[in-house]
C-alpha cells in the first residue's frame, strides 16, 4: 500500500490551500482516511478524519471551522481543504489510512509554510 501527499507551498496568513493524498495498494472506500501534521521539534498529531462509511468527520480543535476533509472513493483520493491558514499551521502534513491510529507507512508528506 502507498500514500502520495500533495498540494503543500508557501502562503500568506489568512491564505488556502487543498492538499491531496493519493491512495494504491488497497481498497480506499473500506477506510477512514486521516491527515496528520508534524511541526518543527514537535510530536506528529491527527488533524482530522473522515470515515468511510456515512463521511463522518474530526477535527482537531484547532483547525476547527478552518479546515474540510473529503474524499473521493472513486478516485482512491483524500483532501484537505485549508482555509484562514495560520502561521502555527506551518507542518509537514501526511495522510494515513485509519481514523485516529495511522495503519500504513508514511508517506514523504506535503510541506505547509505559512509566512508573510
Known amino acids: 500500500a502507498q500514500l502520495k501527499e500533495s498540494g503543500g507551498g508557501l502562503v500568506q496568513p489568512g491564505g488556502s490551500l487543498r492538499l491531496s493524498c493519493t491512495a494504491s495498494?488497497?481498497?480506499?472506500?473500506?477506510?477512514?482516511m486521516n491527515w496528520f501534521r508534524q511541526a518543527p521539534g514537535k510530536e506528529r498529531e491527527l488533524v482530522a478524519y473522515?470515515?468511510?462509511?456515512?463521511?463522518?468527520?474530526y477535527y482537531t480543535d484547532s483547525v476547527k471551522g478552518r479546515f474540510i476533509i473529503s474524499r473521493d472513493d472513486a478516485e482512491n483520493t483524500v483532501y484537505l481543504q485549508m482555509n484562514d491558514l495560520k502561521p502555527e499551521d506551518t507542518a509537514v502534513y501526511y495522510c494515513?489510512?485509519?481514523?485516529?491510529?495511522?495503519?500504513?507507512?508514511w508517506g514523504q508528506g506535503t510541506q505547509v509554510t505559512v509566512s508573510s
Open positions: 494515513n489510512r485509519g481514523w485516529t491510529v495511522p495503519t500504513l507507512s
Open positions: 495498494g488497497f481498497t480506499f472506500s473500506n477506510h477512514g
Open positions: 473522515i470515515t468511510n462509511t456515512d463521511d463522518i468527520t
